[in-house]
């Protein structure tokens, strides 16, 4: 993989955007919460995950609040602590893979921050959290298919949202890190 594959949607973002967090999304295993940290400490911001921020409150992990819940149960908690997090200034947050399943979440995330999508293909997610107990939306049969249903159904939900698209596949973290603050320093001097 090429450091210098970068994409950026055509869509451009609304020129009033604040730019002063941001969020990533993207499917489980994309790297959200290793690269948030990365970018934090690079860009001096404080990191917060929004599973972390729910499983704290809930004094529970999210396999439990599924089962107590339900998925639903889960996404309603999810949506209240998205709202409240992106309302934050100077922050890299890493959200839930569902994050952008809830149009009101895509528009809090398009409208207070600066959006990150890490795109990674659903055979290395696969291959990233085929061990991975803590993932209540893998615990099937066939866990490949059911990312390759997930990938389908929110990559264009991604894309919606996005403002800088980085595939976070099978490359160094030192180089994605560098094509990203790339296209981030881009999109922001673009804004002014």
């Known amino acids: 993989m090429n450091c210098n594959d970068t994409q950026t949607p055509a869509a451009a973002p609304a020129p009033t955007k604040p730019a002063g967090s941001l969020f990533l999304v993207g499917l489980m295993g994309a790297g959200k919460t290793t690269i948030g940290r990365l970018l934090s400490r690079h860009r001096d911001m404080e990191f917060v995950d929004s599973d972390y921020e729910i499983v704290a ?10 089962e107590i819940e339900g998925e639903a149960g889960f996404r309603k908690r999810e949506s209240a602590m998205i709202d409240e997090l992106t309302q934050r200034g100077g922050i890299v947050l890493a959200t839930g893979g569902g994050a952008v399943l809830d149009p009101v979440n895509r528009e809090h995330l398009k409208t207070r921050g600066t959006v990150i999508y890490l ?3 659903p055979q290395e997610l696969y291959l990233r959290t085929r061990h991975d107990r803590n993932r209540p939306l893998l615990q099937t049969e ?10 389908a159904q929110r990559h264009p939900l991604y894309m919606e949202v996005a ?11 030192h180089c994605l890190m560098r094509k990203l603050e790339t296209e981030l320093d881009r999109v922001l001097a673009a804004r002014g």
């Open 119 to 121: 795109r990674c293909s």
């Open 142 to 151: 066939d866990p490949l298919a059911r990312l390759e249903a997930l990938y």
């Open 163 to 173: 403002d800088v698209v980085i595939d976070s596949g099978k490359q160094s973290t």
């Open 57 to 66: 409150r809930c004094g529970v992990s999210i396999p439990t609040i599924f």
